[in-house]
């Protein structure tokens, strides 16, 4: 089983990304997948949710209307776009198969090992 994120960057303050999640060795379609991120000294925050067939999608407070989630079950892979990037969306962002509050510890589900974003003029 793997999850492997990609696209993180030093981005200016407005900026733009688009973070990929590859996932292989399971049944990466059956699967609702996380955006989680972890900011320097601070524990996992849950950023986005999309259900296998994308019949529903969910964002936390803060990135919406700046961030989509989106995936591709024939790549097998998640994406997330992340538009008018601010200092504090600088984290480690993971994707992941737990949902919601299951996301604030890595003891369940599969995760990446994260992508790097900074946020920084």
């Known amino acids: 089983v793997q999850l492997v994120e990609s696209g993180g960057d030093l981005v200016q303050p407005g900026g733009s990304l688009r973070l990929s999640c590859a996932g292989s060795?399971?049944?990466?379609?059956?699967?609702?997948i996380s955006w989680v991120r972890q900011a320097p000294g601070k524990g996992l925050e849950w950023v986005a949710g999309?259900?296998?067939?994308?019949?529903?999608?969910y964002y936390e407070d803060s990135v919406k209307g700046r961030f989509t989630i989106s995936r591709d079950n024939g790549l097998n892979t998640v994406y997330l776009q992340m538009n008018s990037l601010k200092s504090e969306d600088t984290a480690l962002y993971y994707c992941a198969t737990c949902t919601g509050g299951g996301c604030s510890s890595k003891n369940s589900g599969y995760w990446g090992q994260g992508t790097q974003v900074t946020v920084s003029s």
């Open positions: 999309i259900f296998r067939d994308e019949s529903s999608i």
């Open positions: 060795g399971f049944a990466f379609s059956d699967y609702y």
